[in-house]
């Protein structure tokens, strides 16, 4: 299967170029911006972010008749812990994404285009800056695109350190100066979006696979993958494995093979206890379930997780999972930003609970403390910050209830061992 | 002591201001600049751009304080942090903090007498396929071990930084 994303040498403009790059973007200016959103609805896109929303149906939505400016923003915060595809997909091929911002910027008939990325990533800011002003120098950006007519403009704009900001409405708030704290919707974004304008947000790697849809069609596009999934994907694996990192396959591929034929299975010695689908917020998998699932929205969806934003992590049996549920839970209590109070205590509470299972003062009924209150948090929030922490704590005790009860009586894992705790 | 916006900053502040249709917008890429300039944010600084931006002082520190990569007090020369979150952790990240914590003499949060370096634990990095990852300032340094580790503490204390030979 050929690589639409991670391609080697076109990560300057003369190389892209040799790859036919910045070509559908000529291509796309020729269409009408109805034609665009047609052929993107066509080839099955969906959002690569997490939440896999049809690309082209969220492009629909900008009003036809709203008067003013409209606004692109490409998410690139990420930070979704065991996430790290579209920092990849930036430092490889970053004017994939130009041209793709370029393209749906005259889809949706926008003038300007913000990419939101993470604070730390400096060399890739960097990175994407010079690509920007090389696009520019060719036309590609800015005035007059190609003699169209059509004007846009990019710009960079990085983040300072909250994971809340890569929830869209949060990300907004983050771009126009103001604390992370996300908005109640509706109003949606592609109504009432960035400086209160309709405005699309999409993911990186959505946007970077905006061009070939371009210039060999949705429908050759729609064929990869798997019915609704359609499409390549990138998955990224850390963990125990002896080859992690960023893999783009086609959806639909069963996990068993990215590990065994992409990763080259499990390193000497360990032996697979979990994996964790699609990003920390997903619900934890058994390795039965694991190896009998395949990586698509649907088949996921059906084992009772999620697709996410593919970062698969995998957990050997030396790890303890209410350790690990502790260092989620301190994760999420760190970030949740305090807006909504289920969100705001829940995550502490959860955080507290587990410190108490991890230092051996834990009892049984905190075990089922701890599954309530996570259940009392879902879907009673603003965003899906809370969903987020209560998916993994629910799926973790329901599915490794054994080793909550050891901790409980008393049966520890040893602390702070170096390299283990 | 009072804190003056310097000229080239109001220079660099256009600049970035003209990137948005509201200048308030630019909040955090100026806080950025004047982080970059001094190391960190000091509530007079806070205050001088409150004013050059016309707006409320809590809505600048409101922001400094929501996001965690602004400091408010000066770090060490190299600012140490560390990733520890599920997939450095199970990589070995709390081996690591202990092996800092202990060589450094020196917890999460605080700098050596010397002032070169600041202890910080840090959430997810997006790195994790190169797990255990550390950002040293601005750089990442992946796949560590007790022993890289080491060395790089060696390069930093002479002056040498390993990726900019």
């Known amino acids: 299967m050929e690589s639409i994303l991670l391609k080697d040498k076109v990560r300057g403009l003369e190389g892209y170029f040799a790859a036919g790059g910045y070509k559908p973007l000529k291509k796309a200016l020729a269409l009408k911006p ?21 690309t082209g149906l969220k492009w629909s939505f900008i009003p036809k008749d709203a008067e003013g400016p409209r606004y692109l923003v ?36 926008a003038a300007h285009g913000y990419i939101y990325i993470r604070g730390e990533f400096t060399a890739e800011a960097a990175l994407l800056e010079t690509a920007i002003a090389d696009a520019r120098a060719k036309g590609f950006i800015g005035r007059n ?45 592609a109504v009432k979006g960035l400086f209160g304008s309709p405005t699309v947000i999409n993911n990186v790697e959505t946007l970077a696979a905006v061009p070939a849809i371009m210039e060999r069609g949705g429908a050759w596009y729609a064929v990869i993958g798997a019915g609704k999934s359609a499409g390549t994907k990138l998955f990224c694996v850390s963990g125990p494995v002896n080859k992690p990192g960023v893999y783009e396959l086609p959806l639909g591929v069963p996990l068993r093979d990215l590990l065994e034929k992409s990763c080259g299975g499990l390193k000497a010695g360990k032996k697979l206890k979990a994996v964790i689908p699609g990003g920390s917020s997903t619900p934890v998998l058994t390795a039965a379930e694991a190896l009998a699932v395949n990586l698509d929205y649907e088949s996921l969806t059906a084992a009772g997780s999620m697709l996410g934003s593919g970062a698969v992590i995998v957990i050997d049996e030396s790890q303890c999972m209410v350790k690990l549920l ?30 108490r299972l991890e230092d051996g003062r834990g009892t049984v009924k905190d075990i089922d403390t701890l599954y309530s209150v996570a259940d009392g948090m879902m879907g009673r929030t603003i965003c899906p910050l809370a969903d987020a922490m209560a998916m993994p704590v629910m799926s973790f005790v329901k599915k490794f209830r054994s080793e909550f009860e050891a901790h409980a009586a008393g049966r520890c894992c040893p602390s702070e061992a170096p390299g283990k705790h | 002591m009072p804190f003056k916006l310097s000229e080239e900053f109001k220079t660099k502040a256009a600049h970035i201001c003209a990137k948005y249709p509201r200048k308030d917008a630019a909040l955090l890429p100026l806080l950025q600049e004047l982080q970059g300039a001094a190391g960190y944010v000091a509530e007079e600084a806070m205050d001088a751009l409150a004013q050059y931006l016309e707006l409320p002082y809590a809505r600048v520190k409101g922001v400094v304080t929501f996001y965690t990569m602004f400091n408010r007090a000066p770090t060490g020369k190299y600012h140490l942090q560390v990733c520890r979150n599920i997939s450095c952790h199970m990589a070995g990240a709390p081996g690591l903090l202990a092996h800092l914590r202990a060589k450094l003499d020196i917890t999460e949060g605080e700098t050596t007498g010397d002032g070169l370096f600041t202890l910080s634990a840090v959430e997810c990095l997006g790195a994790c396929g190169s797990a255990p990852v550390m950002q040293v300032n601005e750089d990442y340094f992946e796949n ?17 930084h390993p990726l900019k030979r």
């Not at chain 1, 034609?35 to 896999?52: D, H, M, P, Q, T």
């Not at chain 1, 305090?338 to 587990?354: A, D, F, S, V, Y």
């Not at chain 2, 071990?145 to 204390?157: I, P, Q, S, V, Y």
């Open chain 1, 34 to 54: 109805a034609e665009i959103i047609e052929e993107v609805k066509k080839s099955g896109l969906r959002g690569r972010g997490g939440a896999g929303f049809p």
């Open chain 1, 145 to 189: 695109i190609l003699g169209s007519g059509f004007n846009f403009e990019l710009f960079v704009h990085r983040g300072a350190g909250a994971y809340i900001c890569g929830e869209e409405t949060a990300l907004l708030e983050s771009l126009e100066g103001f604390k992370g704290q996300p908005r109640l919707k509706p109003p949606f974004p």
């Open chain 2, 144 to 160: 560590l071990t007790a022993e890289k580790l080491d060395a790089l503490l060696e390069d930093l204390k002479h002056g040498k």
């Open chain 1, 326 to 355: 502790q260092v989620l839970a301190r994760f999420y209590h760190h970030e949740s930003c305090g807006q909504c109070t289920p969100c705001r205590e829940g995550c502490g509470w959860i955080e507290k609970l587990l410190n």
């Open chain 1, 74 to 109: 490409c998410n690139a915060d990420e930070g979704e812990p065991g996430t790290f595809k579209d920092r990849e997909l930036i430092l490889k091929n970053p004017h994939a994404l130009i041209e793709g911002m370029a393209i749906a910027g005259y889809a949706i008939g």
